[in-house]
């Protein structure tokens, strides 16, 4: 059974940072693309940050703050979110596709305080 866990999330000050991290159940070699995505309360999930064979992309607001990485060797992916703005503040959720499905974790909570 695919599992993605993340953890990292909490209360953290704008202009702060954050480091959010997801662990897969099995190796990440098999997961092409995988990815960062966003929910606040009253909108859509929206993507944030997608790392693929091809490269990263982000979403245009959280470019130069946002990076998106992979170690496969520990099977987890990592979001380094700095210069935090309120408006970062959603829970974040993990996403990987494999052989084309899409398997998304249970999300993490990112509040920030102004």
């Known amino acids: 059974q695919v599992q993605l866990v993340e953890s990292g999330g909490g209360l953290v000050q704008a202009g702060g940072s954050v480091r959010l991290s997801c662990a897969a159940s099995g190796s990440i070699f098999t997961f092409n693309p995988m990815g960062w995505y966003r929910q606040a309360p009253g909108k859509q999930r929206e993507m944030v940050a997608v790392?693929?064979?091809?490269?990263?992309n982000y979403a245009d607001s959280v470019k130069g703050r946002f990076t998106i990485s992979r170690d496969n060797a520990k099977n987890t992916v990592y979001l380094q979110m700095n210069s935090l703005k309120p408006e970062d503040a959603a829970v974040y959720y993990c996403?990987?596709?494999?052989?084309?499905?899409?398997?998304w974790g249970q999300g993490t909570q990112v509040y920030v305080s102004s």
């Open positions: 790392i693929e064979s091809g490269g990263r």
């Open positions: 996403m990987g596709q494999r052989y084309g499905s899409p398997y």
